[in-house]
């Protein structure tokens, strides 16, 4: 089971990219220019906290299990 639970609030999210340029491999960019969560349940945050934490409008929430 995964330890972690990352979600992104999509209403709040203003598109700025900040979460793809930090942790690409983990975060992309829709087609309506919000971005998505490829992968919500890890073992490891990896650098998921740095883009949590860089999120202009904290819009990205780490959970642990």
Partial sequence: MAKYKI???EEE???CGTCVALCAEN???????K???KTA?????GKN???KE???????KIEEF
Avoid at 27 to 33: A, K, L, P, Q, S
Avoid at 41 to 45: A, F, G, W
């Fill in 7 to 9: 979600t992104i609030n």
């Fill in 13 to 15: 999210c203003i598109g």
């Fill in 27 to 33: 975060y992309e960019m829709t087609d309506d220019n």
């Fill in 35 to 37: 971005a998505k969560v």
């Fill in 41 to 45: 349940e890890v073992d490891e945050l």
């Fill in 49 to 51: 906290e740095e883009a």
């Fill in 54 to 60: 860089s999120c202009p409008v904290s819009c990205i």
